[in-house]
Structure formats: structure tokens, C-alpha cells
């Protein structure tokens, strides 16, 4: 899987470019040349220049500064919930699937899941559990992962008669070897795909929270937050929603692209 | 065929009986006790354990849950959810009823332009397949989809309405004019979506055998494309514009508050901050039994409408 990752160019330039992003994020503060919280009314709206790239925001914090250290929350709290909802999909599809343990009962649970509206479904959430950000990530994960548990499911059960699984279990392995070294590679490539197109779907989703309000709040610099704050004072400062916008279209960009290109490399009969 | 209808309507109840549940369940988790919630809206000066004991009893709140239950579900079939938190002197049925309209009208004019600009520019994009009108919409439909909704709000206001001053910023002030940019910017988020649909379901069409006959008869391609292509793409494709019905109106929660638009959005997220709960249930409860609904409803129209499901049926 990984090899025939590795010999689609487009694919490995698209990672290539994510986890450059990443990178920077994580040297955060070593690249961004100012304190992303501290304030400075002398800078207010400053335009840019060379100590601030994208001037200032209506607090005088560097606004370049602000959207490096952006990337750790933004990313950081999509790759969580991506983790979230794949880890209790699979639990899930799992039992359903592979051990068939009231199979029937986890089945009609995700019908109901995904016959509700699933944006409503996280403000109510929200809503319920109070406004944190630990709550948003829950939130998201609660609408997710049905999607996860019937895709995998379906996955495990076509994987579990094939005869190379028959084969390993006749020569008598065991259950959890079988699980371990057979069936989770062949499910994973298909998961990765999926997952890697719903990054792109939770960084939209938190940041819009964050942007109304209902999950990272003001200072943090996450690029949801920061459009909220811009919001105010838009109009005397424009870049200040055009440069978190224009990096998280990026970003997200970049995570469907990964997508595509995955289905691409790792699927090579299914053409769009 | 009556038969599958009968069955469709039956396999909706656990449905509604799921959605029912969570909500009843929903403002029953809340931590505050909606005992006290009532002595102070009834402006109760002092509130004594005597008397939260006395109003739990007329509130029938010592009730098993499943009496409680079907108390609320009854109440709520003839949409009665009780009075407002934070506005007691307002029914939540009031509430939403004063938002539900600019919402519709909001959703509604989205919807037409979902339908006018996707459909026409579907079918382009898939008779001229790979010429650069496809490619220039490929595009524009890789970058829709990267973009928030609000973000794409907040850029229309500043360039149309502020910028160029053409239209007002938000609120509900001016009629129609306030009624553009919301529904712009709710459009633009669906538009991608029915394109891509549209499109490669065409696409898919015209392998069919159908066409290939259709061909080597020597009928026009105009026919061709217009009486045989289109009208069986268009099946899907009126299936999926109808289920996204409600999502178009929970949609608009975003955009709504972008916009400041009184509608039901506004009206939910207001509610969350402000804790007022039965509104928050009232709003997910109607909006999932809206989803419940057209699903349903469209899932019949698909298969009165398709003759190959309809054969299948019987």
C-alpha cells in the first residue's frame, strides 16, 4: 500500500506540502517572528511591513505571527477528531462486523444516526454539553462516526470469507493475528481515503463553531476564532478575514486533494 | 406500489420515535431543574424547598419518565414546547414561527438559485466534457468546496455591500435587497454539489446502451442529448435536490448569523448561548422530523417516477 502510494507523484508532492504545514506549525514558535498574543495598540491595523508580514489586527498582534501559530489548533483539532471518529467506527464496525455482536442493534443505531440532520445534530451537541472546545470535538465525532461503522463493517464482512483469511485461520493462527495482520491492512487503505477527505470537513466544521462562537475562543489563535474577531472590524481592516480565509481554503484544499490522489493510487480500477 | 408506500411510512416510525427520544432525553441531561426554571419565571420571590417540591408535583415532574414522555410528545404534536427561558412572555411556538418565515424565504430563494445556475451548467459541463468551460467549472467547484460559508459571507459583504455599496450589510431591512446576499451565499455551498451530481451523472448516461441505439438509429443529437440523456439524469438528480430540502434550511444557520437574517438560525444560536434550552429542542426536533419527511417523501417520488424501481417493486 504504502509503495504504491509512493510512485503517485501528485499524491506524495500533496503530503509532501501537508506535512510542511504541519511542520511549521509545530516549530511555531521558532518560525513566527513575533508573540502571537501579545498586544499592542501602537500596531493597531498596522499596515504590513517587514516585521509584520500581515500587519496588525485591531489588538496590534502580528497577524502572520498569529495565523502560524493558528496551524497547531486548526490542524491539530481536525486530526483529533478524524482519530475520534475512525477509532469508534472501527470499534464499532468491528463488533458489528467481525464478531457479529448484536450486529442488528449497532446497524439500526447508525440508520438513526445518519437519518438525522448532522449539522443541526452538532449545535445540539453543543449545545447540550456547554461551549468548549472538548465539546466540539465530541460533538463532531457523535455525528461521524456511523458514517465510519457502516463503511467499515460493510469492508470487514466482504474481507472475512475471503479465502486467504480462511486459509490463516485453517493453518490455525489466531484470532487476534488474523485481525491484526490480515484484515485491518486490507480495510486500511480505504479508511485512509475517506479520512483524509473528511480532514478537509472538520477543519471546516470546527472552524465554523469557532467562528460563531461555540468552540475556540477569542485569543487562541485558531483561524475560526480569528474570522470571529475579525469580524468587527473587517471593515477598516479587510486583510484581516481575507488572510485566515485564504489559509484555510488552502489548507482544506489540500486535505481534498489528498483525498482524490489517494483513491487514485491506492484504488486504481475505480476512475471518478 | 401502495403496498411499498405502506411500508415506507411504517419504517419511518422508529425514526421519529429516535428523534423524539433524544430530544425528550436532551432537555432532561440539562443541569438546571426546570422546577426552578418555572418559579422564576413566574417571579417567584423566595424560593423554598416546600415550594420546588409543590412545583414538581403540578409539573408532573414526579412522574415516571415514560408518563412524562408521553405527556411531551402529545403536547408537541400540537406544536406546544412551552414557554421561552429567557423570554417568558413568549411561547417557543411563537418563537419559531417568528423566525420560520424569513427562513423559508431565505432557503427558498437558495434553492431557486441552486436549481438555475446548477442545472444548466451541469449539463454544459458534461456535453462539452474536458473543454475549458468543464475545466474552468471543475475549478470553481474544487474551491467552492475548500470554502467556509461564513467566510464566503463575510467576503460578499465586504465587496458588494461595502466596497461597491450596492447592497445593504445585513438585517432584513431593505425586502428583497437583504434577502440577496444570504441567499448567494447559502447557494454557493449547495451549487458545487448539484454541478458534480449533475454532471457525471450525464456522463454516466451517455455510456448507457440506450444512447449507443438511440446513435446508430440516426436520431439527432440534440434528441438525443435533450429527450433521452437529460430526462433520465434528471430522475437522480430531482431525488437529490429534494432530500437536500431540509438541509438547505438547516443550512442557513450559518449564513444567518453572518448576515444578522431573524431567522431560525439566528434564533438557534442566540438560544444556545443564552441557555434557553426548549427552544434549542424545538428548533432539532423540527428540523429532523423535517429531514425524516422529505427523505421519505422523495424516496417515493424516485420510485413512482422510475420506472426500472417501480418494476423492481412489483
Redesign the interface.
Known sequence: MVKRLLRHKPAVITLGIILFISLIGILAPVIAPNDPYKVDLINKFASPSFEMPFGGDQLGRCIYSRIIWGIRPTLGLAFITMIGTIGLGLIMGLIAGYFRVCDEIIM?IVD?ML???S???V??V???LG?DVRNVILANVFIKWAWYARMIRTNVMKYKEKNFINYSRVIGNSENFILLKHLLPSIASETAMLASLDI?WAI?NI??LS????GVQAPTPEW?AM?NE??EV??AN?IQ??VP?VA???V??LF?LLGDYLRDALDPKEV? | MNKYIFKRVIGII??LF??SL??FV?IN??PSDPAEVALRLNKTPVITQELLEKTREDLGLNDPYWVRYLNWVTDAMKFDFGVSYVRPSRTVAQEIMTGLPNTLMLSGLSFVLVIVLSLPIGFFCAIYKDSWFDKLMRGFI??T???????VG??LM?IVS?KMALLPTSGNYEGFKSLILPSVTVALTYISTFIRLIR?NMIENMKEDYVLYANVRGLKQRNILLKHILRNSLHTCVVAIGMSI??LI??T??VE??FAWPGLGTL??D???N?D?PI?QA??LL??VL??VF?LLFDIIQVMIDPKLRRGME
Open positions: 439500526r438513526i437519518a438525522f440532520p449539522q443541526v445534530m449545535f445540539a453543543v449545545a447540550l461551549i478537509g471546516i472552524s465554523t467562528f460563531l462562537g461555540l475560526g474570522l475579525a469580524k473587517f471593515i479587510p478575514i481575507i480565509g484555510i481554503i488552502l482544506v484544499s481534498n471518478m | 422508529p425514526l429516535a428523534i433524544f430530544t436532551f441531561l440539562i474544487f474551491i468546496t475548500a470554502m467556509p460559508a461564513y467566510w463575510l467576503m465586504w461595502i457525471n431540509p438541509q438547516s443550512g444557520i450559518v448569523n453572518v438557534c444560536i438560544s444556545i448561548f441557555r434550552y434549542i428548533y432539532v428540523i429532523g429531514f425524516i427523505n
